[in-house]
């Protein structure tokens, strides 16, 4: 597999595009947030937008809330350096672990914050989880569409048009620039954050597992409405030098944020993908994939930072990825599926040049919380075996198809 | 220089489930097989934020119902989409065309009437310019080497070959040539190269391929081995975690001049 | 108040809707009274040339054309058959006059590379004056989407304000004063084209 030969992403890694030099184009917008952005004017335009919004609704703003580095640092630097009134929204994706809960009740208790959690409905969450994974091979649909529409919702029906997120994406991809404003609306949300599938999508291809308005807080307001609204939404990163280290010792020192083991990360990353119990198990199906995951972005983006060169990265990610995570057995129980059949659906969905080898999988490590992870509401087998069935169906057709039947 | 297209192909049909009739979106397995993957609009804004270089919509319903619906659901992408749109689906004549161009349209995809009514090439072309007029040939393997035209969607055999088919319609007027290969379509095995490269080398004007991609590696052999100006993919983005700027971007990779994104 | 004209011929939809999708306030001009409410105007086309200049004058727009342009020095933006309309002739199916606006002709593609197909057809990238009000805020090679078979061969290049390449440089963008035009589709070119009619929208004519 063909990697950057800066940083150490792969071919595989989405909309990666290598130059003549072999650089990707995610180091090259690096380069240019570091060398070709005027951040003071970006800084006035910050001031300049809160200014249009500050002290006429209810609230200032919304900011989107995860717990993890990147929302809290949002949150903490819009309420102390901007003395801004939010409403703090979270979607419940349904795995929040003791520590982030913890560090959620330090934060918005030490920055006196209005907050708004959605937990949607599990046993929708559990189908769509299901029928994502099948389709896509991510199984976080629910989490990726609401946390990217339902705060959209909470804008309409509070009447709070300006919402803030932390991290712009070109950090990661280059489905936007650096160069590029980058708005968080429906054009992105259709770009890249709900897998090619809306909530009408889902519908579809669910045939009636669950009903239209299940599937409401994961659908999109419709622009009509939000312009109506004069709404913004927008990237702090868009605005301040994104920089995850800096920001994360801040919020330790200022906030008491702590940092967690997370599988298959090395240590020295504590302050990373620290939300969710599942997120081992969604870098081992990326690995499946692409043959990459987590420690290959950490590294990549340290390297870009100077803080790492390229033989230590290589060194690490040969060290850490690619190890069955203990809280695969979770996923399964949660879906409803065997071990055997969550290989094959993943290994369906490998995109190429990368070709997985499942005899050199090693087996990772539990954290330290593993057991305190809640494991209620497991599928029940009949449920799974209706989606499952209908794509062994459709599977069926192309393997005949295949073998020239 | 001027890029290779990808476009997204969108295949419409009345759903089979649920009790309200909706026109959904289907992907197809050598024409049989509808597997229901979405909602039309919703579908065609998502390519639209994707940057796909163009839309293909066909009404397979087409020999069922009337311009009608897919002259609403054209009027209706036309609201919010902002690239070009090819629609086919029983499409008989040039009122047919000057519908669905005036609601949105810029080309016009005709199949079976085009075959039963060739005289329909010119009088459209002429009547709206032959780069309003495309030529859909669908096509299967007869076993033995050679190929053969289909029409109906697939159920009826001529005795026409698909690249002289394809030339014929060039001299007649035709604007550009989509050629989807029956076998291959939704199989996800890659393109037919041999009867793409044929066409491509036969004909002046563009050639769309389509029926098979399974792979980025696929879009690359059409556009490099096969020589097609595009490549249509009904399949390829409905399954996978795979998006048209992702695979751009690997078509790129390959050495193709393909449009980056906006 | 930008104002489409609508002679007939043309993807007048597409052309509103994005103006609508960019917050303009866009209305459709039937008749050429109708010119009277837009401060800008908008000439679509698709289609042959001769019959572009008929509906024209048929609608009596030409006289009405005249005056909102030359006399008012309303904005216009012309596309695709619209820029071509706006060329003294055109070759295609005969020769037919055009508006005669600009000095050139509209004449057939015949690329002497016979790898490259007729009509023109897809995404291609141009290359820009940066002087030109219409792209600002583009990169420096923009894709946008072309579909012809003829273009417009300018006299002299001082009114070309864009090229693309297409066996040779092809008329792209022309621009004089109050006049623009494009060969390609902004309308159907997604991002970049929807900056290019801000920038129209946007423009002042202090030069």
């Known amino acids: 597999m063909k990697r950057c030969t800066r940083c150490v992403l792969p071919q595989t890694h989405e909309t990666i595009v290598f130059d003549n030099e072999g650089v990707c184009n995610i180091c090259r917008q690096h380069e240019y947030k570091q060398t070709v952005i005027d951040w003071q004017a970006r800084k006035k335009d910050l001031e300049n937008l809160i200014d249009l919004y500050r002290g006429r609704y209810d609230y200032d703003c919304i900011v989107p809330f995860s717990g993890g580095k990147d929302s809290t640092w949002t949150l903490y630097h819009l309420v102390r350096e901007y003395g801004l009134k939010p409403l703090v929204v979270r979607l419940d994706h349904g795995f929040l672990r003791p520590n982030l809960i913890e560090n959620t009740l330090r934060t918005v208790r030490e920055l006196g914050v209005d907050m708004h959690v959605f937990t949607p409905n599990w046993k929708v969450v559990q189908k769509l989880m299901l029928q994502s994974f099948l389709e896509k091979g991510d199984f976080c649909w629910h989490c990726h569409a609401g946390i990217f529409s339902y705060p959209m919702w909470v804008a309409v029906n509070y009447n709070i048009p300006l919402v803030f997120w932390g991290e712009p994406s070109a950090e990661y991809t280059a489905y936007y620039s650096y160069g590029q404003a980058e708005e968080v609306d429906e054009k992105r949300f259709n770009r890249y954050i709900n897998l090619g599938i809306t909530a009408e999508d889902m519908f579809v291809r669910l045939e009636g597992d669950v009903a239209e308005r299940d599937l409401k807080p994961f659908s999109y307001p419709p622009l009509k409405l939000l312009r109506k609204l004069n709404y913004r939404s927008v990237c702090l990163g868009s605005f301040i030098p994104w920089d995850v280290k800096r920001q994360s010792e801040i919020i330790s020192r200022e906030l008491g944020w702590k940092g ?47 803080r790492l060169k390229r033989d230590e990265a290589m060194g690490m990610i040969e060290t850490h990825e690619g190890k069955r995570p203990p809280s695969l057995g979770i996923l399964l129980e949660y879906i409803g599926l065997t071990e055997q059949e969550f290989m094959e659906i993943a290994l369906s969905h490998q995109v190429s040049p990368y070709q997985h080898d499942t005899g050199k999988t090693m087996p990772g490590k539990k954290v330290h919380d593993f057991d305190s992870w809640p494991r209620y509401g497991a599928m029940p087998r009949k449920q799974a075996e209706i989606q499952l069935e209908r794509w062994n169906r459709r599977n069926e057709v192309f393997l005949r198809a295949a073998a020239g039947g | 220089m001027l890029k290779r297209r990808l476009i997204p192909k969108l295949q419409i049909k009345q759903t089979r ?26 579908q065609a804004k998502i390519y639209e934020a994707q940057a796909a270089d163009e839309l293909i919509f066909l009404d397979l319903d087409a020999a069922l119902q009337e311009r009608a619906i897919l002259t609403e659901l054209v009027s209706r992408i036309a609201e919010e989409i902002f690239m070009p749109i090819t629609v086919g689906g029983g499409i008989r004549c040039n009122e047919d065309f000057r519908q669905l161009l005036s609601s949105g349209a810029d080309k016009v995809s005709i199949n079976t009437a085009a075959v039963e009514d060739p005289d329909l090439i010119r009088r459209s072309s002429d009547s709206f310019g032959t780069q309003c007029v495309v ?39 035709a604007g550009e040539i989509l050629l989807t290969c029956i076998d291959r379509d939704g199989t996800r095995l890659g393109l037919d190269l041999q009867v793409i490269r044929e066409v491509a080398k036969e004909v002046s004007i563009p050639v769309v391929a389509s029926g098979g991609c399974g792979l980025a590696s696929h879009f690359v052999d059409g556009f490099i081995e096969a020589g097609a100006d595009a490549v249509a993919a009904g399949t390829y983005f409905c399954f996978k ?22 | 108040m930008i104002g489409i004209i609508d002679y007939g011929m043309g993807n007048i939809r597409s052309v509103y809707h994005a103006f609508e999708m960019i917050a303009a306030e866009v209305t459709i001009c039937n008749n050429p009274a109708d010119l009277a409410n837009a401060e800008r105007i908008v000439l679509p086309g698709v289609g042959a040339f001769k019959d572009c200049i008929r509906n024209l004058r048929a609608g009596g727009f030409i006289d009405a054309l005249h005056q909102a342009v030359f006399v008012q020095g309303k904005p216009i933006l012309g596309i695709c058959l619209g820029m071509q309309a706006m060329a003294r002739r055109s070759f295609e199916g005969g020769e037919h006059q055009g508006l005669g606006w600009i000095n050139g002709d509209v004449v057939h593609l015949q690329p002497s590379d016979v790898s490259l197909r007729v009509p023109h057809t897809g995404w291609n990238d141009i290359r820009f004056n940066p002087e030109c009000p219409l792209f600002e805020g583009l990169p420096a090679a923009p894709d946008f989407y072309f579909v012809h078979s003829f273009y417009l061969k300018c006299d002299d290049d001082t009114d070309i304000v864009a090229t693309c390449d297409y066996g040779k440089p092809l008329t792209a963008a022309i621009c004089r004063g109050n006049i623009f035009a494009t060969q390609f589709h902004p309308e159907k070119s997604q991002d970049y084209g929807m900056k290019l009619l801000e920038n129209f929208i946007n423009w002042k004519s202090s030069c």
């Open chain 1, 260 to 306: 967690d083991e997370v599988e298959n990360v090395p240590k020295g990353y504590e302050y990373e993908k620290i939300e969710c119990y599942l997120q081992g198990t969604r870098d081992y199906i990326k690995f499946i994939k692409r043959g990459y995951s987590r420690p290959c972005h950490l590294a990549s983006i340290d390297i870009r930072n100077h």
């Open chain 2, 241 to 262: 975690d795979e998006n048209p700027m992702q695979t751009r971007s690997q078509i790129l990779n390959a050495g193709i001049p393909i449009r980056l994104h906006s």
């Open chain 2, 135 to 173: 030529l859909s040939i669908d096509y299967r393997a007869n076993g033995n080497g050679t190929n053969q035209v289909y029409i109906k969607g697939g159920r009826v055999k001529t005795d026409m070959d698909p690249v002289r088919w394809a030339v014929e319609g060039e001299r007649r007027g």
């Open chain 2, 17 to 42: 489930n649920g009790t309200k009739p909706r026109m959904v979106l289907v992907t197809t397995i050598r024409f049989e097989d509808f597997i229901e993957i979405g909602d039309p609009i919703s």
